[in-house]
């Protein structure tokens, strides 16, 4: 087996697509110095390497040390060094890179190979000794922490200290001399508290960092991160190790990150931060503010510190070339990084650039419209749950706003809560319904878990690619960063600024959108839609068979629903209407009457109020389906609970209150989701449906009054388990339908189906389908039925069994497509093996999750049904899906 694989000089051993077995950061550095750019020359070790050790116990494969001997020698070929030469030494980074970019992984070590000696040898070739001991000091800190773990924050103690008892502010003010004595302390430090001195053998350094790559594989971070975003543990990471170069040389040197294109907005604009005479992560870390990449960028910021277009500008006008061969080569927006060595500059990294909903969906229809993508490449590109973020509120221009600062606006969207500093009590916070941000001075990767329990993100230090906003962008939460003039203090647990202090608690919110963060709550608007969103979602229209519907009861929604382009109502849950102030009392005469006349008389005050909201609905549908599922839940849900309420009802109902507490006994159920519910209070009471199915037809005729256009009633059935109990409701349906022709006059054109959300029910189906003119697959109920969980009681177990690999992903957020999924389809087969035109929907949660709308295309439904916010997710999920 080929373990190791080289790049440089023009060449390599790998390219783009070898990813999985060299990781992103390796393919990629491969792919570039296949193109000629300027790539410092390395060698990647490969996943194959890492799931090898983990099958051997930690151990490497024997030929390994070779193997890493060789492709060290060739660097140090290229670059004319000799690694762990005491005269002349190769220095190389040790870079992680998996498949997927994951931030749960090793940092990186840079400026390996220093020792004492080496120092020296660096320090006379350079001619520029105070760079040297610089460089030797970053590798003690980052060596220190990342492989020996060792705490960074006993560095800055050390450093702060120096700084302070010579008058020194800035990092820049240190002499060689300083470093060097900064080195001493740090060697002494560490041999101090681990009781053994710092490496000095470089080969001992190296395989210290590649073993803590591989370790990191299986950290508690990397665990995570994988958990969350569904990457499988056997991929592995690869290692790489590169050749240094050295933006801290002086003035015309540099480090720096860009994006090809604006990543919040999509702006075909090279956009990105640099920093002089700096290494590595100094730019992401906010150590200090960086610089703007172009001129027109440090206009809009107004920032008096040069851009790169002024400052190098030479080097500019190669990097704006290199970023346009490399979009163009990967037709796709990059995210860049490089370093500039005395002037001459080299690429560390490329990869596509993770970018807001709103700039993917920029981005995608004008490399589409520019030709450089077809139209279902750019359906393809946009990631259909991160719509979600364009849909969310932002801040209404007009109220009143107490701006306590502002920072830079990350990731775009508004969002309020209560102030939290540490990412455990966000986590906490949120798992008890409550809504946070995460105020932090920077995030780390141990923040993830944080930073995904809040609303948004609000940090004082770092620019618009630091850890927080990239991290941010990627989850759709609304960020703030870098916003400096805010003081935060962790001990004392309160932000301030000009003047105003708020503490942990207090309601603070942020904008994303244009960086302000204010005291207090501020009302929200919905948001707009740009131009490019229409246009997209034009394209992914075209394309998709699935028909998208929503689930939707009230006037509002279904609004919403319409305008985010639903194709009708795929679910229409009538007990919302039975919640309303003015009718729950009627509902409550109806449930705990004990006659029928009683039911009846309660239900007939029910009748008109009904009839409205039906009308209403079909009204703004406009032509459109409309679902209309029967009364569902079990009947305690609308019982009273307080003695007043209880008076209440049994004067309405001419009997004592006594008498009205012991009936409601009666309705006490262990397992009310398994309980009187669904049909069985059709079948039990079946004036209930009638009156239902009265509202629906009345109100069917007058919609088609007003608005001229046919109205054609989909009537659902609720959790049957076979034929019989369908054709008994329906009967009853098929009745009430009669008698209003008859007394309007006019034929009603309606179809009765059922709800698929019964193990049972999915296996009888053929039989059912006989006399059901459509399903709808429930498979949240189905969900529940099939593995006998129950929804609301799984919370305990559930993140067990994902941490244990039982589930995937939670079977309640995307479908089961095994077990749940099989049910789906043997009940269409059946279905339509009987009736072949059967119309087929599915209107659960999952009818908004990309994934589980994929399955819905492969078994050939006809419509998903989901929450009105994710019609447009649904409608590209399901172009994605059909492509
Ligand atoms: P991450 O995956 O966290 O971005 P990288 O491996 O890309 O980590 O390293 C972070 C930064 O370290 C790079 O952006 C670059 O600035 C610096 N770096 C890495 N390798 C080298 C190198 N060989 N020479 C100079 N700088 C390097
Ligand atoms: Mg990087
Ligand atoms: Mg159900």
């Given at each position: 087996t080929k373990w190791v694989y080289t790049f440089g000089d023009g060449a390599a051993e790998g390219a783009a697509d070898m990813r999985n077995l060299l990781g992103g950061k390796g393919a990629n550095l491969a792919e570039m110095s296949n193109l000629g750019l300027p790539v410092p020359p390395g060698f990647t070790i490969s996943t194959e390497v890492c799931t090898w050790y983990y099958a051997h116990g930690n151990a490497y494969p024997a030929e390994l040390k070779g193997n890493v001997e060789d492709a060290l020698a060739y660097v140090g070929k290229l670059v004319g060094k000799t690694f762990g030469d005491p005269a002349n030494p190769l220095l190389v980074s040790v870079r992680s890179g998996a498949r997927a970019s994951m931030p749960g992984m090793m940092d990186t070590v840079l400026n390996l190979g220093l020792n004492d000696v080496t120092v020296e040898a660096v320090a006379s070739a350079s001619g520029n000794p105070r760079f040297a001991y610089d460089s030797y000091r970053r590798f003690i800190q980052m060596y220190s922490n990342v492989v020996l773990d060792f705490p960074h924050h006993h560095f800055e103690e050390v450093l702060d200290g120096y700084k302070a008892d010579n008058g020194y502010t800035l990092d820049t003010d240190l002499s060689a001399d300083d470093w060097k004595e900064i080195v001493k302390r740090y060697k002494a430090l560490v041999e101090h508290e681990l009781g053994k001195p710092f490496p000095q053998d470089p080969q001992d350094q190296l395989w210290g960092a590649i073993g803590a790559v591989f370790g990191s594989w299986m950290n508690q971070r990397a665990i995570v991160y994988r958990r969350l975003h569904s990457i499988p543990e056997s991929w592995g990471t690869a290692v790489n190790v590169q050749a240094m170069v050295f933006g801290n040389m002086g003035d015309s040197s540099a480090t720096g990150v860009a994006f090809t294109r604006n990543p919040s907005t999509g702006e075909n604009a090279l956009y990105g931060e640099f920093l002089i005479n700096a290494q590595g992560e100094d730019v992401v870390a906010g150590i200090r503010t960086p610089q703007n990449i172009t001129e027109t960028a440090r206009k809009e910021a107004g920032s008096d510190k040069p851009s790169m277009e002024t400052a190098l500008p030479e080097v500019f006008t190669e990097f704006n070339r290199i970023a346009g061969v490399l979009e163009g080569h990967y037709r796709d927006m990059q995210d860049l990084e490089f370093t500039v060595e005395n002037g001459k500059l080299w690429m560390l990294q490329t990869r596509s650039g993770k970018r807001t909903a709103k700039a993917a969906l920029r981005i995608a229809v004008e490399m589409a419209d520019a030709g450089v993508i077809t139209r279902e490449e750019a359906i393809a590109r946009v990631d259909?749950?991160?719509?979600?973020?364009?849909?969310?509120?932002?801040?209404?221009?007009?109220?009143?706003?107490?701006?306590?600062?502002?920072?830079?606006?990350?990731?775009?969207?508004?969002?309020?809560?209560?102030?939290?500093?540490?990412?455990?009590?966000?986590?906490?916070?949120?798992?008890?319904?409550?809504?946070?941000?995460?105020?932090?001075?920077?995030?780390?990767?141990?923040?993830?878990?944080?930073?995904?329990?809040?609303?948004?993100?609000?940090?004082?230090?770092?620019?618009?690619?630091?850890?927080?906003?990239?991290?941010?962008?990627?989850?759709?939460?609304?960020?703030?960063?870098?916003?400096?003039?805010?003081?935060?203090?962790?001990?004392?647990?309160?932000?301030?600024?000009?003047?105003?202090?708020?503490?942990?608690?207090?309601?603070?919110?942020?904008?994303?959108?244009?960086?302000?963060?204010?005291?207090?709550?501020?009302?929200?608007?919905?948001?707009?839609?740009?131009?490019?969103?229409?246009?997209?979602?034009?394209?992914?229209?075209?394309?998709?068979?699935?028909?998208?519907?929503?689930?939707?009861?009230?006037?509002?929604?279904?609004?919403?629903?319409?305008?985010?382009?639903?194709?009708?109502?795929?679910?229409?849950?009538?007990?919302?209407?039975?919640?309303?102030?003015?009718?729950?009392?009627?509902?409550?005469?109806?449930?705990?009457?004990?006659?029928?006349?009683?039911?009846?008389?309660?239900?007939?005050?029910?009748?008109?109020?009904?009839?409205?909201?039906?009308?209403?609905?079909?009204?703004?549908?406009?032509?459109?389906?409309?679902?209309?599922?029967?009364?569902?839940?079990?009947?305690?849900?609308?019982?009273?609970?307080?003695?007043?309420?209880?008076?209440?009802?049994?004067?309405?109902?001419?009997?004592?209150?006594?008498?009205?507490?012991?009936?409601?006994?009666?309705?006490?159920?262990?397992?009310?989701?398994?309980?009187?519910?669904?049909?069985?209070?059709?079948?039990?009471?079946?004036?209930?449906?009638?009156?239902?199915?009265?509202?629906?037809?009345?109100?069917?005729?007058?919609?088609?009054?007003?608005?001229?256009?046919?109205?054609?009633?989909?009537?659902?059935?609720?959790?049957?388990?076979?034929?019989?109990?369908?054709?008994?409701?329906?009967?009853?349906?098929?009745?009430?339908?009669?008698?209003?022709?008859?007394?309007?006059?006019?034929?009603?054109?309606?179809?009765?189906?059922?709800?698929?959300?019964?193990?049972?029910?999915?296996?009888?189906?053929?039989?059912?389908?006989?006399?059901?003119?459509?399903?709808?697959?429930?498979?949240?109920?189905?969900?529940?039925?099939?593995?006998?969980?129950s929804r609301d009681d799984a919370g305990t177990f559930l993140g067990t069994y994902i941490s244990k690999g039982i589930f995937e992903v939670d079977p309640f957020v995307s479908i089961d497509t095994d077990g749940v999924g099989e049910l789906v389809k043997i009940a269409t087969e059946r279905g339509r093996a009987v009736r072949p035109k059967l119309k087929l929907g599915i209107c659960g949660e999952h009818g908004g999750d990309p994934a589980s709308v994929a399955f819905c295309e492969e078994v050939g439904l006809d419509y998903v049904s989901c929450s009105p916010f994710r019609v447009p997710i649904a409608r590209l999920a399901a172009a994605q899906a059909a492509l």
């Open positions: 259909p749950a991160a719509l979600d973020q364009l849909l969310h509120p932002m801040l209404d221009p007009k109220a009143d706003k107490a701006v306590i600062g502002s920072g830079l606006p990350a990731s775009p969207g508004a969002a309020s809560g209560e102030i939290v500093f540490s990412a455990d009590e966000a986590e906490l916070l949120k798992s008890q319904g409550r809504k946070v941000i995460l105020v932090r001075i920077e995030t780390s990767p141990e923040d993830i878990h944080g930073m995904h329990a809040s609303q948004g993100i609000l940090t004082t230090r770092g620019g618009m690619t630091s850890h927080a906003a990239v991290v941010a962008r990627g989850m759709g939460k609304p960020c703030v960063c870098g916003a400096g003039t805010i003081r935060v203090d962790y001990a004392a647990g309160t932000i301030s600024s000009g003047g105003v202090t708020l503490k942990k608690g207090d309601i603070l919110t942020i904008d994303g959108g244009t960086g302000q963060v204010i005291a207090g709550a501020v009302p929200m608007l919905q948001p707009e839609l740009s131009g490019e969103f229409g246009t997209l979602m034009g394209w992914a229209d075209g394309v998709r068979r699935l028909k998208v519907r929503a689930n939707a009861e009230t006037p509002l929604d279904a609004r919403t629903a319409k305008n985010f382009g639903a194709e009708g109502i795929g679910l229409s849950r009538t007990e919302h209407m039975f919640f309303d102030a003015g009718r729950i009392r009627a509902v409550r005469e109806m449930i705990l009457a004990d006659d029928e006349k009683g039911r009846r008389a309660a239900l007939a005050k029910l009748l008109a109020a009904q009839r409205s909201d039906f009308q209403e609905l079909f009204e703004i549908m406009d032509g459109l389906p409309v679902t209309i599922r029967l009364l569902d839940p079990p009947l305690h849900e609308f019982l009273p609970h307080t003695d007043a309420e209880i008076a209440e009802v049994a004067e309405g109902l001419g009997v004592s209150a006594a008498k009205l507490a012991a009936r409601k006994k009666e309705f006490d159920e262990f397992n009310p989701m398994l309980g009187f519910r669904g049909c069985r209070l059709a079948i039990a009471f079946p004036e209930i449906a009638e009156m239902q199915a009265r509202a629906i037809f009345e109100a069917a005729v007058a919609a088609q009054k007003s608005t001229g256009k046919p109205v054609v009633p989909e009537i659902m059935v609720p959790l049957i388990t076979g034929k019989r109990e369908f054709d008994l409701v329906k009967a009853d349906i098929d009745g009430v339908a009669k008698k209003v022709e008859e007394e309007t006059g006019t034929r009603l054109d309606y179809q009765v189906g059922t709800m698929i959300e019964l193990p049972r029910a999915a296996l009888k189906a053929g039989e059912i389908a006989e006399t059901a003119e459509f399903f709808s697959y429930g498979t949240n109920d189905l969900t529940q039925t099939t593995y006998g969980i």
